[in-house]
Protein backbone atom coordinates (compact mmCIF):
# COMPACT_ATOMS: atom_id res chain seq x y z
CA UNK A 1 0.00 0.00 0.00
CA UNK A 2 1.19 3.14 -0.50
CA UNK A 3 0.02 6.71 0.65
CA UNK A 4 -1.50 9.71 -0.70
CA UNK A 5 1.85 11.28 -0.15
CA UNK A 6 3.90 9.26 -2.32
CA UNK A 7 1.10 8.93 -5.48
CA UNK A 8 1.25 12.66 -5.65
CA UNK A 9 5.04 12.79 -6.56
CA UNK A 10 5.10 9.64 -8.58
CA UNK A 11 1.96 10.15 -10.09
CA UNK A 12 1.79 13.95 -10.27
CA UNK A 13 4.95 15.55 -11.99
CA UNK A 14 5.75 18.58 -13.90
CA UNK A 15 6.51 18.66 -17.49
CA UNK A 16 8.06 20.92 -19.72
CA UNK A 17 6.12 20.18 -23.12
CA UNK A 18 4.83 16.44 -24.23
CA UNK A 19 5.80 14.16 -22.54
CA UNK A 20 6.83 11.80 -25.51
CA UNK A 21 9.31 14.29 -27.14
CA UNK A 22 10.54 14.82 -23.18
CA UNK A 23 10.95 11.24 -22.71
CA UNK A 24 12.82 11.44 -25.75
CA UNK A 25 15.08 13.58 -24.84
CA UNK A 26 15.48 12.77 -21.15
CA UNK A 27 16.75 9.33 -22.94
CA UNK A 28 19.25 11.35 -25.26
CA UNK A 29 20.58 13.45 -22.33
CA UNK A 30 21.33 10.43 -20.27
CA UNK A 31 23.08 8.74 -22.86
CA UNK A 32 25.15 12.26 -23.73
CA UNK A 33 26.30 12.10 -20.10
CA UNK A 34 28.10 9.27 -20.25
CA UNK A 35 30.59 10.84 -23.19
CA UNK A 36 33.56 12.35 -22.59
CA UNK A 37 33.19 14.89 -25.10
CA UNK A 38 29.80 16.18 -27.39
CA UNK A 39 27.90 13.47 -29.01
CA UNK A 40 29.15 13.19 -32.79
CA UNK A 41 26.10 10.92 -33.45
CA UNK A 42 23.00 9.94 -32.14
CA UNK A 43 20.94 6.64 -32.72
CA UNK A 44 17.24 6.74 -31.18
CA UNK A 45 14.80 3.68 -31.28
CA UNK A 46 11.35 4.39 -30.31
CA UNK A 47 7.98 2.40 -29.85
CA UNK A 48 5.17 3.04 -32.12
CA UNK A 49 3.22 5.11 -29.37
CA UNK A 50 6.80 7.32 -28.58
CA UNK A 51 6.84 7.86 -32.59
CA UNK A 52 3.08 8.40 -32.86
CA UNK A 53 2.86 10.67 -30.14
CA UNK A 54 6.08 12.88 -30.91
CA UNK A 55 5.96 13.45 -34.37
CA UNK A 56 3.87 16.49 -34.68
CA UNK A 57 3.75 18.17 -31.60
CA UNK A 58 5.23 21.36 -30.51
CA UNK A 59 8.74 21.36 -28.27
CA UNK A 60 9.32 24.02 -25.88
CA UNK A 61 12.38 26.57 -26.51
CA UNK A 62 12.46 25.82 -30.22
CA UNK A 63 10.48 28.74 -31.57
CA UNK A 64 7.47 26.17 -32.65
CA UNK A 65 9.92 23.56 -34.20
CA UNK A 66 7.80 20.04 -33.98
CA UNK A 67 8.80 16.30 -33.57
CA UNK A 68 11.08 13.93 -31.55
CA UNK A 69 14.04 14.30 -33.90
CA UNK A 70 14.23 18.31 -32.33
CA UNK A 71 14.04 16.83 -29.27
CA UNK A 72 16.66 14.62 -29.07
CA UNK A 73 19.07 16.78 -31.11
CA UNK A 74 18.51 19.30 -28.52
CA UNK A 75 18.80 17.38 -25.63
CA UNK A 76 22.24 16.78 -27.27
CA UNK A 77 23.80 20.24 -26.45
CA UNK A 78 21.84 21.52 -23.63
CA UNK A 79 19.93 18.78 -21.90
CA UNK A 80 19.99 17.45 -18.29
CA UNK A 81 18.54 14.21 -17.15
CA UNK A 82 18.36 15.64 -13.33
CA UNK A 83 15.85 17.68 -14.40
CA UNK A 84 13.39 14.60 -15.62
CA UNK A 85 10.77 15.82 -17.58
CA UNK A 86 11.47 19.13 -18.08
CA UNK A 87 15.22 17.57 -19.91
CA UNK A 88 15.24 21.05 -21.95
CA UNK A 89 14.06 23.82 -19.84
CA UNK A 90 17.99 25.34 -19.88
CA UNK A 91 17.30 25.70 -23.96
CA UNK A 92 19.26 28.85 -25.80
CA UNK A 93 18.88 29.34 -29.20
CA UNK A 94 22.32 28.85 -29.93
CA UNK A 95 21.52 25.42 -29.05
CA UNK A 96 18.29 25.40 -31.54
CA UNK A 97 20.86 26.15 -34.54
CA UNK A 98 22.97 23.16 -33.51
CA UNK A 99 20.37 21.26 -33.55
CA UNK A 100 19.51 21.84 -36.18
CA UNK A 101 22.92 21.34 -38.03
CA UNK A 102 23.01 18.03 -36.21
CA UNK A 103 19.38 16.94 -37.70
CA UNK A 104 21.20 18.31 -41.04
CA UNK A 105 24.49 16.84 -41.57
CA UNK A 106 22.70 13.46 -41.14
CA UNK A 107 23.81 13.14 -37.67
CA UNK A 108 21.03 11.73 -35.76
CA UNK A 109 18.61 8.34 -36.87
CA UNK A 110 15.24 8.11 -35.18
CA UNK A 111 13.34 4.86 -35.83
CA UNK A 112 9.67 3.00 -34.09
CA UNK A 113 10.78 -0.65 -33.26
CA UNK A 114 7.05 -1.45 -34.12
CA UNK A 115 6.00 -2.22 -30.55
CA UNK A 116 3.45 -0.42 -27.95
CA UNK A 117 3.91 1.40 -24.68
CA UNK A 118 6.68 3.47 -23.62
CA UNK A 119 10.23 2.70 -25.03
CA UNK A 120 13.02 5.15 -25.76
CA UNK A 121 16.77 3.44 -26.23
CA UNK A 122 19.09 6.58 -27.02
CA UNK A 123 23.15 5.82 -27.85
CA UNK A 124 25.09 8.44 -28.17
CA UNK A 125 28.86 8.38 -29.63
CA UNK A 126 32.11 10.48 -29.36
CA UNK A 127 35.05 9.18 -31.87
CA UNK A 128 35.32 5.22 -29.97
CA UNK A 129 33.27 5.95 -26.49
CA UNK A 130 29.06 5.22 -26.26
CA UNK A 131 26.54 5.82 -24.47
CA UNK A 132 23.32 4.27 -24.06
CA UNK A 133 20.25 4.94 -22.02
CA UNK A 134 16.82 3.18 -21.97
CA UNK A 135 13.28 4.46 -21.07
CA UNK A 136 10.49 2.12 -19.99
CA UNK A 137 7.22 2.23 -19.22
CA UNK A 138 6.73 5.34 -17.79
CA UNK A 139 7.59 8.66 -19.18
CA UNK A 140 11.16 9.40 -17.15
CA UNK A 141 11.86 5.76 -15.92
CA UNK A 142 15.20 5.27 -16.96
CA UNK A 143 15.75 1.31 -16.72
CA UNK A 144 19.32 1.11 -18.28
CA UNK A 145 22.52 2.98 -18.88
CA UNK A 146 25.53 1.77 -20.50
CA UNK A 147 29.11 3.13 -20.92
CA UNK A 148 31.48 1.78 -23.65
CA UNK A 149 29.01 -1.06 -24.03
CA UNK A 150 29.11 -1.54 -20.13
CA UNK A 151 26.28 -1.26 -17.70
CA UNK A 152 26.34 1.34 -14.81
CA UNK A 153 22.99 1.68 -14.06
CA UNK A 154 19.83 -1.39 -14.31
CA UNK A 155 16.36 -1.43 -12.60
CA UNK A 156 14.39 -4.50 -12.55
CA UNK A 157 10.96 -3.44 -14.98
CA UNK A 158 7.59 -4.19 -13.54
CA UNK A 159 5.76 -6.79 -15.69
CA UNK A 160 3.27 -3.75 -16.48
CA UNK A 161 5.69 -0.73 -16.53
CA UNK A 162 4.53 1.26 -13.16
CA UNK A 163 5.92 3.71 -11.17
CA UNK A 164 7.50 2.65 -8.14
CA UNK A 165 7.40 3.76 -4.68
CA UNK A 166 9.22 3.51 -1.87
CA UNK A 167 7.10 1.91 1.65
CA UNK A 168 9.11 1.31 4.08
CA UNK A 169 11.33 -1.86 3.29
CA UNK A 170 9.20 -2.69 0.01
CA UNK A 171 9.47 -1.09 -3.73
CA UNK A 172 6.05 -0.88 -4.94
CA UNK A 173 4.41 -0.38 -8.16
CA UNK A 174 1.55 2.10 -7.74
CA UNK A 175 -0.47 1.32 -10.90
CA UNK A 176 -0.42 -2.34 -9.99
CA UNK A 177 -1.47 -1.58 -6.77
CA UNK A 178 -4.35 0.93 -8.20
CA UNK A 179 -5.75 -2.59 -9.86
CA UNK A 180 -5.73 -4.40 -6.18
CA UNK A 181 -7.92 -1.38 -4.75
CA UNK A 182 -11.92 -0.91 -5.17
CA UNK A 183 -12.79 2.76 -5.66
CA UNK A 184 -13.69 3.60 -2.64
CA UNK A 185 -10.40 2.16 -1.09
CA UNK A 186 -8.62 4.32 -3.35
CA UNK A 187 -10.15 7.83 -3.16
CA UNK A 188 -10.38 7.86 0.57
CA UNK A 189 -6.50 9.02 0.39
CA UNK A 190 -7.54 12.09 -0.61
CA UNK A 191 -8.87 12.40 2.92
CA UNK A 192 -5.63 12.01 4.25
CA UNK A 193 -3.84 14.56 2.82
CA UNK A 194 -1.03 16.86 5.00
CA UNK A 195 0.14 20.84 4.80
CA UNK A 196 2.09 19.66 2.59
CA UNK A 197 0.56 17.45 0.25
CA UNK A 198 -2.41 20.24 -0.29
CA UNK A 199 0.88 22.62 -1.03
CA UNK A 200 1.82 19.87 -3.21
CA UNK A 201 -1.62 19.95 -5.06
CA UNK A 202 -1.77 23.85 -5.61
CA UNK A 203 1.58 24.06 -7.47
CA UNK A 204 -0.13 21.46 -10.05
CA UNK A 205 -2.80 23.76 -10.02
CA UNK A 206 -1.07 26.85 -10.31
CA UNK A 207 1.27 25.81 -12.82
CA UNK A 208 -1.43 24.97 -15.07
CA UNK A 209 -3.65 28.29 -14.56
CA UNK A 210 -0.61 30.00 -15.35
CA UNK A 211 -0.06 27.66 -18.51
CA UNK A 212 -3.67 28.48 -19.84
CA UNK A 213 -3.75 32.10 -19.16
CA UNK A 214 -0.77 32.22 -21.77
CA UNK A 215 -3.02 30.30 -24.15
CA UNK A 216 -5.58 33.07 -23.83
CA UNK A 217 -3.35 36.21 -23.86
CA UNK A 218 -1.37 34.74 -27.15
CA UNK A 219 -3.95 33.26 -28.99
CA UNK A 220 -1.95 30.09 -28.83
CA UNK A 221 -2.12 26.81 -31.00
CA UNK A 222 -5.87 26.15 -31.87
CA UNK A 223 -7.24 29.31 -30.08
CA UNK A 224 -9.87 27.24 -28.79
CA UNK A 225 -10.09 28.08 -25.45
CA UNK A 226 -10.35 32.04 -26.65
CA UNK A 227 -13.11 30.73 -29.22
CA UNK A 228 -15.46 28.96 -26.70
CA UNK A 229 -14.75 32.23 -24.29
CA UNK A 230 -15.15 34.68 -26.60
CA UNK A 231 -18.35 32.56 -28.09
CA UNK A 232 -20.05 33.07 -24.57
CA UNK A 233 -19.74 36.65 -24.58
CA UNK A 234 -21.37 38.45 -21.56
CA UNK A 235 -22.58 35.02 -19.78
CA UNK A 236 -19.21 33.80 -19.67
CA UNK A 237 -18.62 34.98 -16.15
CA UNK A 238 -21.96 32.79 -15.33
CA UNK A 239 -21.39 29.78 -17.66
CA UNK A 240 -19.69 27.57 -15.88
CA UNK A 241 -19.31 24.56 -18.39
CA UNK A 242 -18.07 27.31 -20.76
CA UNK A 243 -15.17 28.35 -18.29
CA UNK A 244 -14.78 25.01 -17.63
CA UNK A 245 -14.06 24.27 -21.35
CA UNK A 246 -12.05 27.34 -22.47
CA UNK A 247 -10.11 27.17 -19.34
CA UNK A 248 -8.66 23.54 -20.19
CA UNK A 249 -8.50 23.89 -23.84
CA UNK A 250 -6.00 27.15 -23.53
CA UNK A 251 -3.85 25.13 -21.23
CA UNK A 252 -3.80 22.66 -24.20
CA UNK A 253 -3.43 25.01 -27.08
CA UNK A 254 -0.26 26.43 -25.44
CA UNK A 255 1.25 23.33 -24.66
CA UNK A 256 0.55 21.60 -27.82
CA UNK A 257 2.10 24.66 -29.53
CA UNK A 258 5.36 24.15 -27.60
CA UNK A 259 4.91 26.83 -25.01
CA UNK A 260 8.14 26.65 -22.82
CA UNK A 261 6.05 26.57 -19.16
CA UNK A 262 6.11 23.45 -17.90
CA UNK A 263 2.35 21.62 -16.43
CA UNK A 264 1.69 19.21 -13.55
CA UNK A 265 0.96 16.09 -15.16
CA UNK A 266 -1.21 12.87 -14.31
CA UNK A 267 -0.65 9.34 -14.84
CA UNK A 268 2.49 10.30 -16.77
CA UNK A 269 0.62 13.30 -19.09
CA UNK A 270 0.81 16.78 -18.85
CA UNK A 271 -2.60 16.79 -21.02
CA UNK A 272 -4.32 14.40 -18.49
CA UNK A 273 -3.20 16.81 -15.55
CA UNK A 274 -4.87 19.75 -17.17
CA UNK A 275 -7.91 17.90 -17.59
CA UNK A 276 -7.81 16.19 -14.17
CA UNK A 277 -7.02 19.36 -12.80
CA UNK A 278 -8.39 22.85 -14.39
CA UNK A 279 -12.31 21.33 -14.43
CA UNK A 280 -12.20 20.51 -10.76
CA UNK A 281 -10.77 23.96 -9.90
CA UNK A 282 -12.78 26.13 -11.86
CA UNK A 283 -15.99 24.25 -10.55
CA UNK A 284 -14.69 24.85 -6.63
CA UNK A 285 -13.67 28.64 -6.83
CA UNK A 286 -17.14 29.35 -8.35
CA UNK A 287 -18.74 27.12 -5.48
CA UNK A 288 -16.83 28.99 -3.00
CA UNK A 289 -14.67 26.20 -1.98
CA UNK A 290 -11.48 26.94 0.44
CA UNK A 291 -8.16 25.89 -0.47
CA UNK A 292 -7.90 22.57 1.13
CA UNK A 293 -11.38 21.69 -0.08
CA UNK A 294 -10.28 22.26 -3.82
CA UNK A 295 -6.84 20.76 -3.30
CA UNK A 296 -8.62 17.19 -2.17
CA UNK A 297 -10.91 17.28 -4.43
CA UNK A 298 -8.21 17.80 -7.27
CA UNK A 299 -6.44 14.92 -5.55
CA UNK A 300 -9.56 12.75 -5.81
CA UNK A 301 -9.74 13.21 -9.30
CA UNK A 302 -5.87 12.31 -10.16
CA UNK A 303 -6.79 9.12 -7.75
CA UNK A 304 -9.88 8.57 -10.27
CA UNK A 305 -7.50 9.37 -12.81
CA UNK A 306 -5.33 6.83 -11.92
CA UNK A 307 -8.13 3.95 -11.28
CA UNK A 308 -9.23 3.82 -14.94
CA UNK A 309 -5.53 4.58 -16.82
CA UNK A 310 -3.44 1.94 -14.43
CA UNK A 311 -6.11 -0.39 -16.68
CA UNK A 312 -5.78 1.04 -19.80
CA UNK A 313 -2.13 1.33 -20.00
CA UNK A 314 0.57 4.47 -19.71
CA UNK A 315 0.16 5.19 -23.76
CA UNK A 316 -2.81 4.24 -25.67
CA UNK A 317 -4.86 3.65 -28.67
CA UNK A 318 -7.93 5.51 -27.06
CA UNK A 319 -7.25 9.31 -25.84
CA UNK A 320 -6.45 9.24 -21.98
CA UNK A 321 -6.70 12.81 -21.23
CA UNK A 322 -10.28 12.61 -22.61
CA UNK A 323 -11.18 9.24 -21.40
CA UNK A 324 -9.32 8.46 -18.32
CA UNK A 325 -8.51 12.09 -16.97
CA UNK A 326 -11.93 13.14 -18.15
CA UNK A 327 -13.74 10.05 -16.09
CA UNK A 328 -11.07 11.15 -13.36
CA UNK A 329 -12.00 14.97 -13.15
CA UNK A 330 -15.74 14.37 -13.05
CA UNK A 331 -15.04 12.24 -9.91
CA UNK A 332 -13.33 14.82 -8.69
CA UNK A 333 -16.26 17.80 -9.99
CA UNK A 334 -18.60 15.46 -8.15
CA UNK A 335 -16.30 15.33 -5.04
CA UNK A 336 -15.67 19.23 -4.58
CA UNK A 337 -19.58 20.01 -5.11
CA UNK A 338 -20.18 17.59 -2.03
CA UNK A 339 -21.33 14.69 -3.55
CA UNK A 340 -20.89 10.89 -2.89
CA UNK A 341 -18.32 8.12 -3.87
CA UNK A 342 -21.71 6.42 -5.31
CA UNK A 343 -22.46 9.71 -7.39
CA UNK A 344 -18.74 10.11 -8.15
CA UNK A 345 -18.87 6.31 -9.93
CA UNK A 346 -22.03 7.50 -11.64
CA UNK A 347 -20.61 10.48 -12.99
CA UNK A 348 -17.63 8.41 -14.59
CA UNK A 349 -19.65 5.50 -15.96
CA UNK A 350 -21.12 8.86 -17.99
CA UNK A 351 -18.25 9.66 -19.50
CA UNK A 352 -17.00 5.96 -20.23
CA UNK A 353 -19.93 5.24 -21.98
CA UNK A 354 -19.52 8.62 -23.95
CA UNK A 355 -16.02 8.71 -24.78
CA UNK A 356 -14.52 5.86 -24.29
CA UNK A 357 -14.16 4.85 -28.73
CA UNK A 358 -11.81 8.32 -28.78
CA UNK A 359 -9.03 7.43 -30.36
CA UNK A 360 -5.36 9.23 -30.10
CA UNK A 361 -4.23 9.99 -32.88
CA UNK A 362 -0.90 11.85 -31.75
CA UNK A 363 -0.02 15.03 -29.94
CA UNK A 364 -0.74 18.06 -32.03
CA UNK A 365 -2.62 20.87 -31.35
CA UNK A 366 -5.97 19.50 -31.88
CA UNK A 367 -5.29 17.93 -28.76
CA UNK A 368 -6.63 20.69 -27.64
CA UNK A 369 -10.18 20.26 -28.87
CA UNK A 370 -10.17 16.24 -27.28
CA UNK A 371 -9.15 18.02 -23.70
CA UNK A 372 -12.35 20.72 -24.04
CA UNK A 373 -13.75 17.83 -24.86
CA UNK A 374 -13.16 15.72 -21.78
CA UNK A 375 -13.41 18.76 -19.69
CA UNK A 376 -16.87 19.42 -20.75
CA UNK A 377 -17.95 16.03 -20.33
CA UNK A 378 -16.66 15.51 -17.48
CA UNK A 379 -18.62 18.44 -16.08
CA UNK A 380 -22.07 17.68 -17.40
CA UNK A 381 -21.46 14.02 -16.31
CA UNK A 382 -21.21 15.26 -12.88
CA UNK A 383 -23.97 17.54 -13.01
CA UNK A 384 -26.28 14.71 -13.97
CA UNK A 385 -24.94 12.16 -11.01
CA UNK A 386 -25.43 15.12 -8.47
CA UNK A 387 -28.82 14.96 -9.41
CA UNK A 388 -29.47 11.72 -9.05
CA UNK A 389 -29.32 10.75 -12.34
CA UNK A 390 -26.91 8.18 -14.33
CA UNK A 391 -27.33 5.29 -16.38
CA UNK A 392 -29.76 2.87 -14.55
CA UNK A 393 -29.30 -0.73 -16.48
CA UNK A 394 -25.88 -1.89 -18.05
CA UNK A 395 -25.10 -0.94 -21.30
CA UNK A 396 -21.95 -0.75 -23.62
CA UNK A 397 -19.03 -1.19 -22.04
CA UNK A 398 -20.95 0.20 -18.72
CA UNK A 399 -21.32 -2.66 -15.95
CA UNK A 400 -23.93 -0.39 -13.12
CA UNK A 401 -23.30 -3.09 -10.71
CA UNK A 402 -19.91 -3.65 -10.77
CA UNK A 403 -17.81 -0.05 -11.39
CA UNK A 404 -14.08 -2.17 -11.73
CA UNK A 405 -15.43 -4.03 -14.35
CA UNK A 406 -16.93 -0.92 -16.27
CA UNK A 407 -13.41 -0.06 -16.29
CA UNK A 408 -12.17 -3.16 -16.90
CA UNK A 409 -14.53 -3.09 -20.21
CA UNK A 410 -13.17 -0.07 -21.06
CA UNK A 411 -9.80 -0.73 -20.95
CA UNK A 412 -10.51 -4.24 -22.69
CA UNK A 413 -11.97 -2.09 -25.46
CA UNK A 414 -9.04 -0.12 -25.87
CA UNK A 415 -6.48 -2.78 -24.95
CA UNK A 416 -7.85 -5.56 -27.29
CA UNK A 417 -10.60 -4.00 -30.07
CA UNK A 418 -7.83 -1.12 -31.16
CA UNK A 419 -5.10 -3.22 -31.17
CA UNK A 420 -4.17 -2.30 -34.44
CA UNK A 421 -4.85 1.29 -34.43
CA UNK A 422 -1.37 2.74 -33.63
CA UNK A 423 0.05 0.72 -36.88
CA UNK A 424 -2.76 2.52 -39.37
CA UNK A 425 -2.21 6.02 -37.54
CA UNK A 426 1.63 5.86 -38.01
CA UNK A 427 1.26 4.68 -41.52
CA UNK A 428 -1.13 7.37 -42.52
CA UNK A 429 0.90 10.14 -40.87
CA UNK A 430 4.00 8.88 -42.59
CA UNK A 431 2.92 8.41 -46.07
CA UNK A 432 1.85 11.86 -46.18
Known amino acids: MFTITEFLHQEVKPALGCTEPGAVALAVAK ?11 LEVVVSDNIFKNGIAVGVPGTGGERGNEIAAALAVFCGHSAYSLEVLKDATPEDLDNAKDFIAEGKLTLTANGKGGVYVEATAYHGADTGTA ?3 QTHANITLVKK ?44 TMSKEDIDYVWEGIDMNLRISRYGFEHHSGLGLGCTVRDAAGANYEHDLAAQVKAISAAASDARMAGVSLPV ?5 SGNHGITAILPVYVVGKAKGKTREEIARAVAYSHLATSFVKSRMGRLSPVCGCAVAAGAGAAAGIVNVSGGSDTQAKKAMELVLGNITGML ?12 GTGATEAFYAAQI ?27 RLNLEGMKDVDHTIIDIITHR
Open 264 to 268: MSSAG
Open 148 to 191: NGKVVFQAVPHCDGAVTAKTGENTVSIPDEVKKMDFEELVALAG
Open 360 to 371: CDGAKESCALKV
Open 134 to 136: VIE
Open 31 to 41: ACEQLDGLAEK
Open 385 to 411: ALAGGGMAVSQGVVDVNNFTQTAENAA
